[in-house]
């Protein structure tokens, strides 16, 4: 029996020296949010933190990973969903089928926790997980949202209506 430190807690699994962090997670612990889909580290999918540093859990074995450091899902980003990039990535629809989302929002909160004013460029290096559905552009605006506290006007995403207004 080994110890995770996962989402504040202390939790107990039982797993091969090489099973990945990925399946202790969702298998052992129930935590689904983190989701499965290369399996090689290539789609990001499976981001979760590692002491703040996003880290792709298909490749890394749960038994290389110790209680002192601490894990945070995404169902651990917020207790509600109201981390300001769950809530831009609601108020803009950032997700299509979703299935990339959760590895996105955690790659994006890492970003946005170490360059809290990231440049283009930033993002480019940091954001380097797959998404199937093409919601690329969507991310980047809301990356740009919360860097301005969600402000999409002073992000410059506002859009001038045919009436003169500005939303
Ligand atoms: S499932 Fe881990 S990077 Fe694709
Ligand atoms: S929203 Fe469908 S894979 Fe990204």
Same mark, same amino acid.
């Given at each position: 029996?080994?110890?995770?430190?996962? #989402?504040?807690?202390?939790?107990?699994?039982?797993?091969? /020296?090489?099973?990945?962090?990925?399946?202790?997670?969702?298998e052992?612990?129930?935590?689904?949010g983190?989701?499965?889909?290369c399996?090689?580290?290539?789609?990001?999918?499976?981001?979760?933190?590692?002491?703040?540093?996003?880290?792709? /859990?298909?490749?890394?074995?749960?038994?290389?990973?110790?209680?002192?450091?601490?894990?945070? @899902?995404?169902? &651990?980003?917020?207790?509600?969903? /109201?981390?300001?990039?769950?809530?831009?990535?609601?108020?803009?629809?950032?997700?299509?089928?979703?299935?990339?989302?959760?590895?996105?929002?955690?790659?994006?909160?890492?970003?946005?926790? /170490?360059?809290?004013?990231?440049?283009?460029?930033?993002?480019?290096?940091?954001? @380097? #997980?797959? %998404?199937? %559905? &093409? @919601?690329? #552009?969507?991310?980047?605006?809301?990356?740009?949202?919360?860097?301005?506290?969600?402000?999409?006007?002073?992000?410059?995403?506002?859009?001038?209506?045919?009436?003169?207004?500005v939303?």
């Open positions: 029996m080994a110890t995770l430190n996962v #989402n504040g807690a202390l939790r107990e699994f039982e797993a091969e /020296s090489d099973t990945p962090l990925l399946w202790v997670l969702r052992q612990l129930g935590l689904t983190t989701k499965y889909g399996g090689i580290a290539q789609c990001g999918a499976c981001t979760m933190h590692i002491d703040g540093v996003p880290t792709r /859990s298909c490749v890394r074995p749960a038994s290389s990973v110790t209680a002192a450091e601490k894990i945070v @899902t995404i169902e &651990g980003l917020s207790p509600d969903g /109201s981390h300001p990039v769950q809530k831009v990535w609601a108020s803009l629809d950032v997700p299509q089928c979703g299935f990339c989302q959760s590895g996105m929002i955690m790659a994006a909160a890492a970003l946005l926790k /170490s360059k809290p004013h990231p440049t283009d460029k930033d993002i480019d290096e940091a954001m @380097t #997980n797959i %998404c199937r %559905c &093409g @919601t690329y #552009n969507r991310i980047r605006k809301a990356i740009k949202v919360v860097a301005q506290g969600g402000n999409t006007k002073s992000a410059g995403l506002a859009i001038k209506h045919t009436d003169g207004s939303s």
